[in-house]
């Protein structure tokens, strides 16, 4: 399974942009790169997902980099309610999603 | 659009016995996975069904089996529960299995705690 690399936890002030970093470099060329978050006594919530251009939807921004081994996730005006843990996983055609540790964003009021 | 549905949503059983968790994907998803959800493992995957067919299966033992029935709905069997089973057990929805640009919707889990 291709993997992912977050970073443990970050922290943002409110209404800030925040990114949120992911490292892939074992990505292969079919692997999609989705996004999800958990947030507090919740299950898993489907953010964002993106192949090789970048995505914008009503949640958050996702720039993937030119060689695809990096993708960063981007929130633009984070509010309290952001606060969660976030997942970036590799999905291939025909396999399940595996979860690694995310990324534990605190937002700041 | 109802989203994921599971039950119960709490549960206390003792060791030994034996539990059956459910699953009703939202209407039209016909692909259902199951993960379990620790604070030293993290989410874990279980298994993948669709069309009544269990498609992948995670690293997990013979005591945790499940199905799914004609109508995608499904359920997940634990059979002699040990302590080390405690954990919210999430249920995932999808449209069909193996699509990587098909994102799954969850379930708010179900807490199993086992004494």
């Known amino acids: 399974d291709a993997k992912t690399t977050q970073p443990n936890s970050m922290e943002s002030n409110e209404e800030e942009p925040v990114h949120l970093p992911c490292n892939h470099s074992?990505?292969?060329?079919?692997?999609?790169i989705h996004w999800y978050r958990q947030l507090p006594s919740q299950g898993p919530e489907y953010v964002i997902h993106?192949?090789?251009s970048n995505v914008n939807n009503r949640m958050a921004s996702l720039a993937i980099a030119e060689d695809r081994k990096s993708s960063t996730l981007i929130l633009h005006r984070a509010t309290l309610r952001d606060a969660a843990v976030y997942y970036c996983?590799?999905?291939?055609?025909?396999?399940?999603?595996?979860f690694g540790a995310g990324t534990r964003l605190t937002v700041k009021p | 659009k109802a989203g994921v549905t599971q039950t119960p949503r709490y549960l206390i059983k003792t060791r030994g016995q034996q539990v059956t968790l459910s699953c009703s994907p939202i209407?039209?998803?016909?692909?259902v996975s199951w993960y379990q959800q620790t604070p030293g493992q993290g989410l874990q995957f279980l298994f993948e069904?669709?069309?009544?067919?269990?498609?992948n299966k995670g690293n997990f033992p013979g005591r945790f089996s499940g199905r799914q029935f004609s109508n995608s709905r499904s359920e997940m069997n634990v059979s002699t529960l040990e302590l080390g089973d405690s954990a919210l057990y999430l249920c995932?929805?999808?449209?069909?299995?193996?699509?990587?640009?098909?994102?799954?919707?969850f379930g708010p889990g179900t807490r199993l705690t086992v004494t």
């Open positions: 995932a929805s999808s449209l069909a299995p193996g699509i990587s640009s098909y994102e799954q919707y």
């Open positions: 074992t990505i292969s060329g079919t692997d999609y």
């Open positions: 993106g192949l090789t």
């Open positions: 996983i590799l999905r291939d055609p025909g396999n399940d999603m595996r």
């Open positions: 209407s039209g998803h016909r692909s």
């Open positions: 069904y669709f069309s009544e067919t269990q498609r």
